[in-house]
């Protein structure tokens, strides 16, 4: 006697698509990847950029074609890249300093473009070596100029945060390691740096002075701030104000009126030129 079997129409035509496609050869020359959206399976990612059902599970080590995938990273062979070049995306690993704000910035994409192509939230924890996916025409934009790198890297102690700046953007500035930074500057949170913050570069040394003409300047006190450094300065009546200087200008400031800065000026004594000359252009020595 032949008993009827009854089997789920859904089941039994992916199981015969992937015998099918079983027999026909692997063939990937380069790809990209997406984040898989809500409802997205393997079946129907594989139906939307027009690769074979084999191709995207080989690619990415899963064998169920219809098991929910929301929010993993799928990578997509070479046939499917060509088909669906809208959604190209380019992926960026995640170091430590990292926020979602500075990977936008650095990038030049919106924030909110990152949040939606990688399904986060705006407060998302991003960890160490995580993959992010860019959106399409993310570029990097080296915003540190090459000139003050020259200048930031000579022996100045103190560094005073800006709105974007943050650990791995200072290190680098400075040449020195993160971890420094943290035990410097006793850091517990090191991902929120707030603005306006003088943070210790190197291990403090003996002050020291050095007159240019009528003035005294504290060498050891130089701060990096903004393209500029500044210093704690004295008059020959021993008034203690701030003194500024923009190697990338050649001008200086001060805070020699009543405590606020005037307006940059041109050097127009013998010790002024001679002051931007040897911090702008000589290495330091302590």
């Given at each position: 006697?032949?008993?009827?079997?009854?089997?789920?129409?859904?089941?039994?035509?992916?199981?015969?698509?992937?015998?099918?496609?079983?027999?026909?050869?692997?063939?990937?020359?380069?790809?990209?990847?997406?984040?898989?959206?809500?409802?997205?399976?393997?079946?129907?990612?594989?139906?939307?950029?027009?690769v074979?059902l084999?191709?995207?599970?080989?690619?990415?080590?899963?064998?169920?074609?219809?098991?929910i995938?929301?929010?993993?990273?799928i990578?997509?062979?070479?046939?499917?890249?060509?088909?669906?070049k809208?959604?190209?995306?380019?992926?960026?690993?995640?170091?430590?300093?990292?926020?979602?704000?500075?990977?936008?910035?650095?990038?030049?994409?919106?924030?909110?473009?990152?949040?939606?192509?990688?399904?986060?939230?705006?407060?998302?924890?991003?960890?160490?070596?995580?993959?992010?996916?860019?959106?399409?025409?993310?570029?990097?934009?080296?915003?540190?100029?090459?000139?003050?790198?020259?200048?930031?890297?000579?022996?100045?102690?103190?560094?005073?945060?800006?709105?974007?700046?943050?650990?791995?953007?200072?290190?680098?500035?400075?040449k020195?390691?993160?971890?420094?930074?943290?035990?410097?500057?006793?850091?517990?949170?090191?991902?929120?740096?707030?603005?306006?913050?003088?943070?210790?570069?190197?291990?403090?040394?003996?002050?020291?002075?050095?007159k240019?003409?009528?003035?005294?300047?504290?060498?050891?006190?130089?701060?990096?701030?903004?393209?500029?450094?500044?210093?704690?300065?004295?008059?020959?009546?021993?008034?203690?104000?701030?003194?500024?200087?923009?190697?990338?200008?050649?001008?200086?400031?001060?805070?020699?009126?009543?405590?606020?800065?005037?307006?940059?000026?041109?050097?127009?004594?013998?010790?002024?030129?001679?002051?931007?000359?040897?911090?702008?252009?000589?290495?330091?020595?302590?």
């Amino acid at each position: 006697m032949i008993k009827n079997i009854k089997t789920p129409i859904g089941l039994f035509y992916i199981n015969s698509i992937i015998f099918l496609l079983s027999i026909f050869p692997l063939k990937v020359s380069s790809e990209t990847k997406i984040v898989a959206k809500s409802g997205d399976t393997l079946f129907k990612i594989s139906k939307q950029y027009g690769v074979t059902l084999k191709e995207l599970m080989y690619k990415n080590n899963l064998n169920d074609a219809t098991k929910i995938i929301e929010g993993e990273v799928i990578i997509i062979p070479h046939t499917g890249i060509d088909k669906h070049k809208k959604n190209e995306h380019l992926t960026y690993k995640v170091i430590e300093g990292d926020t979602l704000y500075k990977i936008s910035r650095d990038y030049n994409v919106s924030l909110n473009d990152i949040i939606s192509v990688n399904n986060l939230r705006k407060d998302s924890y991003l960890k160490l070596n995580q993959i992010i996916l860019l959106p399409k025409g993310a570029k990097y934009k080296k915003e540190i100029n090459i000139e003050n790198i020259k200048v930031a890297s000579k022996k100045v102690f103190y560094h005073k945060t800006t709105k974007t700046e943050d650990l791995s953007t200072i290190a680098y500035l400075h040449k020195i390691p993160i971890e420094q930074l943290k035990t410097l500057n006793k850091l517990t949170d090191p991902i929120k740096i707030k603005p306006n913050i003088k943070l210790r570069l190197r291990k403090d040394k003996p002050l020291k002075w050095i007159k240019y003409g009528s003035l005294m300047i504290n060498w050891s006190d130089w701060t990096y701030f903004d393209g500029n450094y500044i210093a704690q300065s004295k008059t020959k009546k021993n008034k203690t104000f701030y003194l500024a200087l923009s190697c990338k200008k050649r001008v200086l400031n001060n805070t020699l009126i009543n405590s606020y800065w005037t307006s940059w000026y041109f050097p127009e004594t013998d010790f002024e030129f001679k002051l931007i000359n040897d911090f702008c252009d000589q290495d330091f020595n302590f």
